[in-house]
């Protein structure tokens, strides 16, 4: 199974360190991890997608919270939260190719954002499904490079994953 | 509050004293210069080891028998990875200390500079937390909540990188009084709904066992165990770091539980049909094979760290506090005793059928008997152990009745621990009469502290049961490797009393039973630093076993030594 784990912690040097670490010295595996300030600057936001079984979860929670960097963890499910994550893809594309790749990436409505004389550099943003779609086309057109970023996620509706003191 | 203008070195001293330190272990260097020249004209007591690693242990030693924080100093570099091994140390067993260390000027760092080691990254898993001082304006606050996070809770070891240019610049000293930390609030109260079913689960039992662990000693909460045992009437058992939390002589013990416990104590486990865990974490070496472990029973687990429960055994009511103030509200919806006079009766058998033995020799030392015979000289010693069969002789033969008088590595086994936790127990507790039980092996991994006894007169006792080996490897290597004594065997390197004599201790031996009492109060009335070495049998067991990996009521069964047979049948 995959959890998805809403983390704050304190935005210093080193609290990656300690996370990624205790990940790796109790042998759990972090599918990925994703991490950016809030609105709040002391406070950063981490977002790990975490794969074991129910019990191996519950000891990952909390270990983590025994973190003193680590301010509060929730679990957010797959139907009740919405969830990104970004790619870039270097693809070869000459005069013959770009036109058909154009329509793929207005069909995913991603965007080219750089244009060589024979290559394209296409951004999309989505959920995984998507974006493993999308390689799976370009595949045939020759991908030259491709760059992903960690799965975000968000609680649908008004229950948020914040801080009060 | 008063705000002074101080330096980061005085600024750190004045932190400890705020702190209550009295009393700090160390060893000074290149880049914690200008903390000792502060130390120089402070009232704290400095006690210079002659290794870091037994810096970190006596701060270990010394906050295990008294309960407060135990404070060490090494400088950068090796220095500072020389405490490692100590901090491991109690990390594993809980234990509060506080571990400043040097570190090159903050211009420096990450040059790979001369002395430097990145002790904050080196230490991340196995302390509790660890700063590295970046803003010397910081060092008030940092120290406050390093002494709070090393004692509340769950206790643990806290280190704290001081780079020399922090400890040098002036900042304005101002002691916080309290800590505001939102990602670390320990919780103390157990849940009412919680301890109100596990009283009903108590009180509905007819065969229950109360498991209690070294958490009943942190967390001072003997005089509760001692009310619930007898208000209920259920018999306990202890892990090692449980040793003392209740009392061996008390009709209800069952001494320790595991791989060296007594047989009736895992029988008990076994056949229980309720197991109260208290302050304790399942370690294997207490609960032989997990699924095998008190089958039929229910398992109350009350532990202050909610990471511990369901951890490593299944939990049917967890209880996440402090063990003092779970067990006071526990005994409040507890009015009458389980139904259990049938159970004690069959725990009684046990006890009278499978009593801890072995045989007396009159030709030849029995290291069980050194043991005895320190327990018959001073009943009311601290007793600190090194690692193996000498730590496990020590829990079996003493007679403990108090919390913090059996002082042990239990979680990381760490040889060569006892001698330099001794010295810091007795400075703790120099009222009490401390012995370090040791083995031939272990003393010697840390034998220099010696220096640190003789230069700062603490009189501590080393007993060393001398057999030339290795001896709990070379049991191992008996039962499980057909005799082959692979590197163990130790004979003949070492003259302990000649060791203990160039060092201006007592050197003291013993080499028949009938010598062994002399010599242990010849070293009482002595009272000095003293090494007893006694020499023992060699190829003695410590006895029962249960082999790792099988479950506790599994025991290791030599029937005949020189076939060498090894059986391993569950009784019972």
Known sequence: ??????????????????????????????????????????????????????????QVIKQLNKLVDVIKISMLSESESVERSLALFKVSADSKTRPTIMQIVDIFRAKIIDVGSKSLIIEITGDEDKINAMERLLRSYGILEVCRTGKIAMNRGLKSVSYEK | M??????????????????????VFGYPGGAVLPLYDVLYDSDIRHILVRHEQGAAHAADGYARATGKVGVCIATSGPGATNLVTGIATAYMDSVPI????????????????????????ITMPITKHNYLVKDEQELPRIMKEAFYIASTGRPGPVLIDLPKDVQTEE????????????????????????????????????????????????SNASEELRMLAEK????????????????????????????????????????????????????????????????????????????????????????????????????KYIDRACNSEVWLKRVEEWKREYPLTYTYSESVIKPQYVVEEIYRACKDAIIVTEVGQNQMWARQFFRYKDPRTFISSGGLGTMGYGFPASIGAKLGRPDK??????????????????????SNDVPVIVAILNNGYLGMV???????????????????????????????????????????RGVIEEALKANMPTVIDFICDPEENVMPMVPAGAAINEFVEVRNKSENKLLVGAVA
Request: with cysteine; hydrophobic share 45%; proline share 4%.
């Open chain 2, 171 to 218: 900042l304005e000293f101002c002691y916080p009084e309290e800590v505001v930390m939102r990602g670390y609030k320990p919780r103390v109260k157990g849940n009412e709904q919680q301890i109100k079913r596990a009283a009903l689960a108590i009180l509905e039992s007819e065969r229950p066992v109360i498991y209690a662990g070294g958490g009943v000693i942190i």
């Open chain 2, 474 to 516: 070379r049991q191992w290597q008996e039962l499980f490797f057909c005799r082959r004594y692979s590197h163990t065997c130790l004979k003949g390197s070492v003259d302990f009393v000649k060791l203990a004599e160039s060092y201006g201790a007592l050197g003291l031996r013993a080499e028949r039973p009938s010598e062994v």
């Open chain 2, 98 to 121: 506080v571990a400043l260390t040097g570190q090159v000027p903050r211009t420096l760092i990450g040059n790979d500079a001369f002395q430097e080691a990145d002790i904050c990254g």
């Open chain 2, 232 to 331: 209920i009437m259920a018999p306990v058992t202890a892990s090692l770091m449980g040793t003392g939390a209740f009392p061996d002589e008390h009709p209800l013990s069952l001494g320790m539980l595991g791989m060296h416990g007594t047989r009736y104590a895992n029988y008990a486990i076994q056949q229980s049909d309720l197991i109260i865990a208290i302050g304790t974490r399942f370690d294997d070496r207490a609960t032989g094979k997990v699924d095998a472990f008190a089958p039929e029973a229910k398992i109350i687990h009350i532990d202050v760290d909610p990471a511990e429960i369901g951890k490593n055994v299944r939990v049917d009511i967890p209880i996440v506090g402090d063990c003092k103030q779970v067990l006071q509200s526990l005994l």
């Open chain 1, 1 to 58: 199974m995959r959890y998805t784990l809403a983390v704050l912690v304190e935005n210093k040097p080193g609290v990656l360190a300690r996370v990624a670490g205790l990940f790796a010295r109790r042998g759990y595996n972090i599918d990925s991890l994703a991490v950016g300030i809030t609105d709040n600057p002391e406070i950063s936001r981490m977002t790990i997608v975490v794969r074991g079984d129910e019990k191996v979860i519950e």
């Open chain 2, 433 to 454: 009469v401390v012995f370090d039980i040791a083995g031939d092996g272990s003393f010697l991994m840390n034998s220099q502290e010696l220096a640190t006894a003789v």
């Open chain 2, 2 to 23: 008063n705000m002074d203008i101080m330096t980061g070195a005085e600024a750190v001293v004045e932190s400890l004293r705020r702190e209550g330190v009295e009393i």
